[in-house]
């Protein structure tokens, strides 16, 4: 009777026990009662698909799909199930610190020389300059600098120790956007700059920058607590309002010297 191949506790439905070889390998739904469904109840996968233990969906598949992520399940996920708290508190763990610092470091570097392409990019958008240089080009280079330290909040926010690298990383992007600017207007597009215009380059349009950087990176920084605190995917919604200051901040200023232009106005 112990080799016996046909044991009732062999079927699916059977009370007790809950290993993986019950679980839809996509979202960890459990599949006990459910033998002659042609789909996982919980996320529509075929069960012909799910293999034991998951074998063609990796966890973090699994974890993305996860039946435990619903708002509408109070509690904490059993032991043993996969789920975006499981996947991201173990992704946590393997990560060092140095890598985060690593990456805090990427994301600064790289966003400000990204943004400046996408400023030259934006400006050429609308047959308005005024609007490109009050509303478009704003919004272009505010949602970029912050892009990459995003992009890495939404896609892998265990890459991250603190809010205070993710402020960090902003607020260097707009550093360095401010530098390459300030760079390609002084040496290219100003003919033999005043001391005056040298001066107002590298103090007001610096702060500008960096200080708009700062106040969209605050938004990202409160979706990447968001998603800490409540183990839930990233809603970018959370820091629109900070995009949205920023952008505004920009495209006052911006609007500011157009006029002071238009009425001669010399620094």
Known sequence: MENDPHSVWDEPSTPGGSGPEYAC???????????????????????????????????????????WNEPGMRGRAPDGAVSFRSRLLAKIESTTLTKTRVVTLFAALIAGPFAVFGAFWGSGQTWSGVLSLTVFGPVVEEVMKIGAALMIVELAPHLFRSKGQILLAAFVSGLAFAAIENVMYLKIYIPDPSDSIVWWRWTVCVALHSGCSLIAGMGVARVWGAVMRDYRRADVGLGAGYLILATIIHGTYNGSMLALALSDFQF
């Open 25 to 67: 390998a996509r979202c960890g739904y459990d599949l006990r009662g459910t033998v002659h469904e042609p789909v996982c109840p919980e996320c529509g996968m075929a069960l012909g698909e799910a293999a034991p233990g998951g074998s063609r969906s990796s966890l973090d598949e699994r974890a993305e799909h996860s039946v």
